[in-house]
Structures are given as C-alpha cells and as structure tokens.
C-alpha cells in the first residue's frame, strides 16, 4: 500500500466558524504562515495554511472535539486529500465511510486489461502464479478482440473484460485520489486503530499516517478522554 500526495486545507474557516456561536472571534489567536510546499511541522504533506494554534483557539477546539455530535461540525470544514494505492480488501472497508468521502479510482474497466500484470500490481507481490498467468492470457485475448472460453463459459469483448473483473484477485492494488473531513478521519481512527489488518493499524497504514495530520494526535486524545 501507499498513501501519497497528502493535501489538508480549512483550518481558517473552520476555526472562524467555531467561534460564530458566541460571537467571540475576537478572542481567535491562530496565526497562519500561507506556507505552500512541505512544511517542516508536516514531514511528507502540503499544509498551505501553515496554520500555528493559539492556546484560546486550541482550547475551545478540544472543548468542541470533546462534546462531539453538532458541538464538533467545525471538524466538516477541515478537508483532507490523499492519494492511496490499497488492494481491493481495503477498499470495502475504506468504502464503509462513504459519508462525506469522495473516491476517484484509477479504473480497472479502462486499464485492467490493457497490459499484462505483474506481481508487483498485487500487495506484497502476493499473488498466485496459476492466477497471474490466466488474467494475463484473459487480457491478451481481449486486446486482440479474441474469443476465451473457460469452464463458465465463452467470453468476448465487454464479457469478457467483465470476467476478468469478476476473477481479481482481493490483493489487486488500486489507486485513488481520496478525500474527507476531519470528522470522518476521526471515525475511522477509532472504528480501525486496533484492526487486525495491517493496512489500517500497522506501521505506515491508514490511521498511522491520520494520527500525522495537523492537530489530529490532539483531537484524538480529546475524544479519547469524553468517551471515557
């Protein structure tokens, strides 16, 4: 797996937003740098807003945090955008939050077929032989605008390709652009931070690097302590 191309943007709005209830933006003490390239605070991940959290600022926002529900919807307004490449398995348990998410994959009925696969298109290279080799001759004989003919039928042209979907191995890694909001990145880090695939609790997985986002380690830890 990897994730990749890390974008976090709204921080500002956010934070203005939080304040609107009482009226108290006055007491708003966020600076912001409007840094573009990677900042050194984020190792790995573009944070244009660069924004440095005043303690009155940190302190409503962890208050919010802690209330959950409407009390925390300025989380909605802080955006995050990744590029993650995780094999099929992961993605139907990423898909679980498609609640403000969007996904705009790489597409396998455009480009599953279009060469042959190698191990390398599966995680950990983990992939058997027999298989490898039969979706390589399905491609084949559907680039040539051939006829396949298997067991379970003779199979041609968009059949054909979809057979080839149908037989995918769940290692097959596929690439999207992603993107959602701090709230639902707090979700998944407490429905998935003990999961037992490594994907999504293990080193370099999915809730290591969410625990990487700006302010996210402090958000955790608030929530952690509200549900007790």
């Known amino acids: 797996m990897k994730i990749e191309e890390i974008e976090v943007y709204g921080f500002r709005a956010a934070i203005r937003g939080m304040h609107n209830p009482k009226e108290s933006w006055a007491k708003s003490d966020t600076t912001y740098a409007y840094f573009h390239p990677e900042d050194a605070k984020w190792p790995g991940m573009r944070v244009p807003e660069n924004p440095h959290f005043g303690p009155e600022d940190l302190n409503l926002m962890l208050g919010l945090d802690k209330g959950g529900g409407a009390h925390s919807k300025f989380l909605r307004m802080i955006d995050v955008w990744w590029d993650i490449t995780i094999p ?42 027999l298989v490898l080799r039969v ?20 199979y041609e042209g968009v059949a054909l390709l979809e057979h080839m979907k149908m037989h995918l191995p769940e290692g097959f890694l596929q690439k999207a652009t992603y993107s959602f909001n701090y709230e639902t990145a707090l979700k998944m880090w407490f429905d998935r931070h ?15 690097t969410l625990l990487r986002l700006p302010l996210m380690k402090e958000l955790v830890g608030a929530m952690g302590q509200a549900r007790g």
């Open 194 to 208: 003990d999961h037992p695939m490594p994907q999504w609790s293990g080193p370099g997985g999915i809730c290591e």
């Open 135 to 154: 979706q390589n001759q399905m491609g084949h004989a559907y680039r040539n605008h051939f006829q396949w003919c298997d067991s379970s039928g003779t």
């Open 88 to 129: 099929s398995c992961v993605w139907a348990g990423l898909d679980t939050y498609k609640a403000s998410t969007v996904r705009d994959s790489c597409s396998t009925m455009h480009r599953l077929a279009s060469r042959d696969l190698e191990p390398c298109d599966f995680e950990h290279g983990d992939v058997d032989a």
